[in-house]
C-alpha cells in the first residue's frame, strides 16, 4: 500500500476528481498531515466517512523509527531505521538564522567520492518521497520545533533520485503542506549535467549547490569518479546556463584537502574557473574520518586560499563547522549507530 506522504497536492486534487469528490478535499488532507500532524484518518472529521473509507483502502500513514540520537553543540545526528531495515543518517544544526536539517536522499551513494565516508557504503537504492518527508515530520515531532531550512547534502547524490527529489520539495515548499519557503531549501549536486538542465527548466527558487572540490580535470578526476563521465568544462556550461534561465546565484562547495586541493595555484585556476559568474565559494574544512587517508588543510593555508579568492571578487565564506564529534559533519554520514 502506498505512503499518504509521497502525494503532491495536486495528486490528491487528482485523485478526488477520480472518485467523484471535490478537489478542494486535498486542501483538507493536507491541513491534517502537514498541519495538524494527524495521523489517524479516523480523526480527519470533516471528511466524510466514504472519503475516509477510500483513504484507509488505498494509503497508508507510515513513519520512520528513531533509532539513535547522537547530540553535540548546536548539531543533533538522528539515525533512522526504514520500512526494509536500511538505515539513513539526518543532521539537525542550530543557527543564529533557525533551524536546518541535512536530510539524505539515498541509501548509500554510488558518486564515490574518494573524499566522503557517505560513499563507502554503494547505492542499495532511492529513498522513496515518504522518506525524504518523514525525516522532516519525525525530528520536528521530536524536537517539538519548526525546521526553517533545508539541505539535501546527507548520504547520496539527490539527481541521481531525481523524480523523488522533486516531488519531495513539491511537498514541503507547498504552503499547504510543511510550507518551507524554496529559498530557504538547497540541494547539493556533484555534477549530474543533464539534470541540471532539466532543474534549471523548472525555474524554481530553490538553491543550487555544486559539490566542485576541484579548480581542474585531472585533479577531479582523481577525487571524483563522476568528473570522468561529466567533464569539469561541460559541467561549468550546465551551470552557466542554469544561472542564464533562472537568475539565481549558484553556490560552490570547495572542500579543503591538505597538499591535494589547497595549494596557491588551485586557488588561482578556481578564480579563473569563476571569474564573473553569479555564485559564491563555500571553503570547507575537512572532517577526518579513520577510514579515509585525507587530512584537513592548516588554517593558515586556508585562510590564505579564502584571501587569494577575496582578491579575485570572488565571492566566498568559510562554512562553520558542525557535529565534527559526533560524526554528524560534510562527508562524515555513514547510516550505521
Not at 12 to 31: G, P, S, V, W
Not at 84 to 107: F, N, P, R
Not at 184 to 206: A, M
Request: aromatic share 8%.
Amino acid at each position: 500500500m502506498n505512503s499518504i506522504y509521497s502525494y503532491t497536492r495536486d495528486d490528491f486534487i487528482n485523485y478526488f476528481i477520480n472518485i467523484n469528490e471535490k478537489k478542494f478535499k486535498a486542501d483538507q488532507l493536507f491541513d491534517w498531515l502537514y498541519k495538524k500532524r494527524v495521523v489517524n484518518f479516523d480523526l480527519m472529521n470533516n471528511l466524510n466517512k466514504n472519503v475516509i473509507s477510500k483513504l484507509k483502502n488505498d494509503f497508508i500513514i507510515n513513519n520512520i523509527l528513531i533509532l539513535k540520537k547522537d547530540i553535540g553543540k548546536d548539531v543533533c545526528k538522528y539515525l533512522f531505521k526504514l520500512h526494509d531495515d536500511e538505515k539513513i543518517e539526518a543532521v539537525l544544526m542550530y543557527h543564529d538564522y533557525g533551524i536546518s536539517l541535512c536530510i539524505s536522499t539515498q541509501v548509500g551513494c554510488n558518486m564515490s567520492c574518494s573524499f566522503c565516508e557517505s560513499g563507502r557504503l554503494k547505492k542499495r537504492r532511492n529513498l522513496e518521497v515518504c522518506e525524504m518527508v518523514l525525516q522532516i515530520l519525525e525530528i520536528e515531532k521530536d524536537i517539538k520545533n519548526r525546521i526553517s531550512h533545508i539541505v539535501l547534502m546527507g548520504i547520496g547524490e539527490p539527481f541521481d533520485n531525481y523524480d523523488n527529489v522533486i516531488k519531495f520539495i513539491n511537498i514541503i515548499n507547498d504552503n499547504k503542506g510543511i510550507d518551507i519557503g524554496a529559498r530557504h531549501i538547497t540541494i547539493s549536486t556533484c555534477g549530474i549535467i543533464p539534470k541540471i538542465i532539466e532543474f534549471s527548466n523548472l525555474k524554481l527558487q530553490v538553491n543550487l549547490a555544486i559539490s566542485l572540490h576541484a579548480p581542474n580535470n585531472e585533479l577531479r578526476n582523481l577525487i571524483m569518479p563522476i568528473n570522468r563521465v561529466y567533464s569539469l568544462d561541460n559541467l561549468m556550461n550546465a551551470v552557466k546556463e542554469y544561472i542564464n534561465k533562472t537568475n539565481r546565484r549558484v553556490t560552490f562547495e570547495y572542500i579543503m584537502l591538505k597538499g591535494v586541493n589547497d595549494n596557491k595555484e588551485c586557488a588561482l585556476e578556481l578564480c579563473k574557473l569563476l571569474k564573473n559568474m553569479n555564485c559564491y565559494v563555500n571553503l570547507i574544512p575537512y572532517n577526518e574520518t579513520n577510514n579515509i587517508q585525507y587530512k584537513r588543510s592548516d588554517m593558515n593555508i586556508l585562510n590564505e586560499f579564502y584571501d587569494i579568492l577575496k582578491k579575485n571578487n570572488i565571492c566566498v565564506t568559510i562554512r562553520k563547522e558542525f557535529g565534527g564529534l559526533v560524526s554528524a559533519a560534510c562527508g562524515q554520514l555513514r547510516s550505521h549507530g
